[in-house]
């Protein structure tokens, strides 16, 4: 059994998942980088939104941005979110 704390963060991490919005953008970003505009664009949604969604998925480290003048580019921080969300979808599928 894991320790106390980390069966906390792991519950944490866990809750990030719980919004279909960040799923989505989750998905969006699998297939590269993109601006907040493109993102909201894809997802029809206002840009404001996805900003709020796209900072609580920073602050759980599942995405990474860098900076190119003014505009902040998204991506997905690592192979394990990819992985995350492939078994996610292959549980509910079965």
């Known amino acids: 059994?894991?320790?106390d704390d980390e069966v906390?963060?792991?519950s944490e991490f866990f809750k990030v998942f719980?919004?279909?919005?960040?799923i989505k953008i989750l998905f969006?970003?699998?297939?590269g980088e993109q601006?907040?505009?493109d993102i909201a664009?894809?997802?029809e949604m206002s840009q404001s939104s996805i900003s709020h969604q796209l900072r609580?998925?920073?602050q759980s480290r599942l995405v990474k941005f860098r900076r190119d003048g003014k505009t902040i580019y998204y991506?997905?921080?690592d192979d394990h979110v990819v992985n995350i969300l492939c078994q996610g979808l292959e549980h509910i599928e079965e």
Not at 18 to 22: G, I, N, V, Y
């Open 1 to 3: 059994m894991p320790a």
């Open 8 to 10: 906390y963060y792991l």
């Open 18 to 22: 719980a919004d279909s919005t960040r």
């Open 28 to 31: 969006v970003l699998r297939d």
């Open 35 to 37: 601006c907040v505009n």
């Open 41 to 43: 664009a894809g997802l």
């Open 56 to 58: 609580v998925l920073k």
């Open 75 to 77: 991506s997905l921080a």
